[in-house]
């Protein structure tokens, strides 16, 4: 790992509060699922990354057990040893629809304000402080969902692109809330069902998004946004409902 690709994992994960296993376990987990770290990359060492969280050795080596235990990575010994994330396993369809049903109308509203909330502060702060750097990137997971073939692919593309608009907001504290809810609910937006979000709408939605940022403007950036993370909850909301009624029939 280059040291601006570790520079740039370390501000996705350093905690706000010190001591806590399950935090880190949590923090490790959003960055391997969301993709910040890539199947059979190589974690930093325990020093580097009990640092990086601002916890001590003792309690990261606690975390990065857990995660052996879940199969997430892997520990090889020897001279190139080290802990490794193991290949993604994709949820399945039938998890993820359990997932939505047990999920109250109150609860997706209130992720849904939540979102829209983080979403537009970071699209109209991004507006004024993103550089040309964050801009290549949104072109980058524009261009990655376009050609994703896999919904794990297409997840990914999709809160990557979320994330990095946070991450030129130059905000830690909005994208460790981005994080925390494309963890959450990214995984149900891309659920295969008939009605679901297209790739091609979403791809240009996030285009519209991106030119508004790179034009400048706040104002169209925070609303396409707003807008957007609307639309995505909303049909999450109308497949619940009819989740519901088949199982009343």
């Not at 370390?10 to 399950?22: C, D, K």
């Not at 925390?180 to 996030?206: D, K, M, N, T």
């Not at 706040?218 to 109308?238: C, F, P, Q, W, Y």
Request: net charge negative.
């Amino acid at each position: 790992m280059n040291e601006t690709t570790s520079a740039r994992t370390a501000s996705f994960m350093r905690l706000r509060q010190e001591g806590r296993t399950e935090e880190v376990v949590r923090r490790l987990i959003e960055v391997i699922d969301l993709g910040l770290f890539a199947e059979g990359e190589q974690l930093p060492s325990e020093n580097e990354l009990a640092m990086q969280f601002g916890v001590a050795t003792v309690t990261l080596r606690e975390a990065l057990a857990y995660l052996r235990e879940r199969g997430v990575i892997e520990t090889r010994r020897g001279r190139n040893g080290g802990s490794f994330v193991c290949p993604p396993v994709e949820i399945s369809e039938d998890l993820l629809f359990s997932r939505l049903s047990e999920m109250s109308a109150l609860e997706l509203r209130d992720l849904c304000d939540e979102h829209v909330a983080i979403s537009g502060a970071a699209a109209r702060l991004a507006a004024r402080r993103s550089s040309t750097e964050h801009h290549a990137r949104f072109e980058h997971y524009i261009k990655a969902l376009g050609e994703a073939t896999t919904r794990l692919e297409r997840r990914r593309a999709d809160a990557r692109f979320h994330i990095e608009i946070a991450v030129a907001a130059q905000s830690v504290r909005l994208t460790h809330a981005e994080m925390s809810l494309q963890a959450e609910i990214g995984e149900l937006l891309w659920i295969p069902v008939e009605g679901a979000q297209r790739p091609e709408a979403v791809q240009y939605e996030h285009r519209a998004i991106a030119d508004a940022i790179i034009a400048g403007d706040s104002n169209l950036a925070g609303a396409l946004a707003e807008a957007h993370v609307t639309r995505g909850i909303k049909r999450l909301i109308d497949l619940r409902l009819n989740l519901l009624a088949q199982e009343e029939e």
